[in-house]
């Protein structure tokens, strides 16, 4: 079976489960960047950190703030020693 997409469970931060029954401990590689100058890639191939602060203060800025980017974010930040 596929595993194009993926949900979170309520109460379950922490893995990304599939239609098959199969999941994955979330990584950063699960979000992709929907806009700007890193549009379409996956935040685990990003490696500007000066972006990526950007785009976490931007994305704290919005009311109400989308977890799911600020969790991949911080991830992706401590992977980079940032």
């Given amino acids: 079976m596929s595993k ?3 949900h979170m469970k ?3 931060d922490h893995r990304i489960f599939y239609e098959d029954g199969s999941y994955e401990v979330l990584k950063p590689h699960h979000f ?3 806009f700007g ?5 996956k935040i685990s191939d990003i490696q500007d950190t000066s972006y990526l602060k950007w785009l ?3 994305n704290e800025e ?12 911080d991830m992706r930040l401590k992977e ?3």
Avoid: E, H
């Fill in 80 to 82: 980079l020693g940032a």
């Fill in 10 to 12: 309520l109460g379950d």
């Fill in 4 to 6: 194009d997409w993926g």
């Fill in 62 to 73: 919005k009311k109400p703030i989308d977890w799911f980017m600020a969790k991949i974010i």
């Fill in 37 to 41: 100058k890193y549009k379409d890639m």
């Fill in 56 to 58: 976490k203060t931007s």
């Fill in 32 to 34: 992709v960047v929907p």
